[in-house]
């Protein structure tokens, strides 16, 4: 109630000298009094400020007056600002001892139940030692009459045991004997075992030595059908010489081809279906049937293609599935016109025999060579190139034993150059391209002399 008062009391005060200040104000700008020389307007404007001051000035003297809190809370602003500081940390202390206390309150009921709990398995662990106490007391009483009865049991037993001591006596002896006629029996058993080891090995043998004999058989007669097919095609190889006209000859190649081959039967007769008819055309061709005299059904023999078949599952069964060059060629001549022709196959391995730009042969060249020993020596290198290439693996005409052909216009250049070079020189024979199993031999020669290249032909 008295801070109303006082409130209202200064409103009042306030107002008053807010209304003096205004009027003494409006007489000093009416008169045109100066003070300090200043200009009327400029006095009338300290007079107001001066009113405004003297209100502030009058309102803090009776709040200082009247209010000992206000009075306080100036003067001692700084200390109770500290005090109110040191407070604050009391509280927060007080707020950290209180969580302390909580946690130990806290772990303290955590260990009072552990405890507890520990209480209760002891008492379980007491009932269950005085349940085993009483337990183990009925078994000893158990036991106790047992072992009065195994006393009495022990006598009897003795008893009985200088019986059977007499007994066991008169057994040794038997059994003394015994042992003699086991031992005798077991070495006749060692004796019947070994020679039924020695018999079963025997008979082991001789059934070896018979598998073995039965696959030479076989082979031989294998080896037996194909001389005898073999002859029977020279046979008729001679019958058609003499006739004339051959159309076909021995070991003309009817069909070759690369071919991914595995051990599978049905699958490697799909491979070679392709290759069988190539051979059948080209051989059809060759025997220049007239327009509409062309056999109805195949010319290719079949039991001969039953042997290509053959041949080629033993080679795959031999060297492991993989690429194959097969070559299907005629097992003999064949005259124009003739129904059948007999096939023999040839299979090699597919592989790479000589890279592109490999050495084959080299062969020095003397100075001064006459033209005729120069073509000479150059049909010797053919010659040693042809030689190494079927010694590497490349498959050569089985007709006219060679591996390749050179250009004659090639090789009509290399005679003009050689003929050109004054002194001794050398002449390689490298491959062109890469060289495989079935490829043909595509060489070129290059011509040096002293350590120079003097051309390259091909």
Request: no cysteine.
């Amino acid at each position: 109630m008295e801070g109303y008062l006082l409130i209202a009391a200064m409103v009042v005060l306030g107002s008053a000298i807010a209304t003096v200040g205004d009027r003494l104000g409006s007489r000093v700008g009416k008169k045109r009094l100066t003070l300090f020389k200043l200009r009327p307007r400029h006095t009338a404007t300290l007079v107001t400020i001066a009113t405004g001051a003297l209100i502030s000035a009058v309102t803090i003297g009776i709040l200082l007056t009247v209010s000992r809190d206000l009075r306080e809370a100036l003067t001692r602003f700084r200390e109770i600002r500290q005090d109110l500081d040191r407070a604050q940390t009391r509280l927060a202390q007080a707020d950290r001892d209180l969580q302390t206390a909580n946690e130990q309150r806290d772990r303290a009921l955590t260990n009072l139940q552990a405890l507890e709990q520990q209480r209760t398995a002891a008492q379980q662990r007491q009932q269950e030692a005085e349940t085993a106490l009483a337990g183990a007391e009925t078994k000893l009483a158990t036991i106790t009459t047992e072992l009065s009865q195994a006393q009495t049991q022990e006598a009897e037993l003795r008893q009985k045991a200088e019986t059977l001591s007499q007994e066991l006596q008169t057994l040794g002896a038997e059994s003394q004997t015994l042992r003699q006629e086991r031992e005798t029996l077991r070495q006749d058993l060692q004796r019947i075992a070994q020679e039924q080891a020695t018999l079963r090995n025997q008979a082991q043998a001789a059934q070896n030595r018979l598998a073995v004999l039965a696959t030479q058989r076989a082979a031989v007669d294998r080896e037996l059908q194909e001389l005898n097919a073999t002859r029977d095609r020279l046979q008729a190889s001679i019958q058609t010489l003499r006739r004339g006209n051959v159309a076909i000859f021995t070991d003309e190649v009817l069909a070759v081809q690369v071919l991914r081959l595995g051990r599978n039967r049905p699958l490697q007769r799909a491979a070679l279906t392709p290759l069988l008819a190539a051979a059948e055309q080209q051989a059809r061709e060759l025997l220049k049937f007239p327009p509409g005299e062309e056999p109805r059904t195949s010319v290719l023999a079949a039991d001969s293609v039953g042997r290509v078949l053959d041949w080629v599952a033993r080679r795959v069964v031999q060297d492991g599935e993989g690429e194959y060059v097969v070559r299907l060629l005629a097992a003999s001549n064949h005259v124009e016109r003739e129904q059948q022709v007999f096939l023999k196959a040839e299979v090699s391995p597919n592989r790479r025999v000589f890279n592109r730009g490999q050495t084959i042969v080299t062969l020095p060249f003397a100075a001064g060579l006459p033209p005729q020993e120069a073509v000479a020596q150059l049909q010797k290198l053919f010659d040693l190139v042809n030689f190494r290439a079927k010694q590497e693996g490349v498959l050569d005409n089985p007709r006219t034993g060679t591996v390749g052909q050179f250009s004659t216009e090639a090789l009509s250049n290399v005679l003009q150059t050689i003929t050109q070079i004054n002194g001794a020189y050398e002449i390689v024979a490298v491959a062109k391209e890469p060289i495989f199993t079935a490829s043909p031999l595509t060489l070129e020669l290059i011509v040096r002399s002293r350590g120079v290249e003097v051309g390259r032909f091909s």
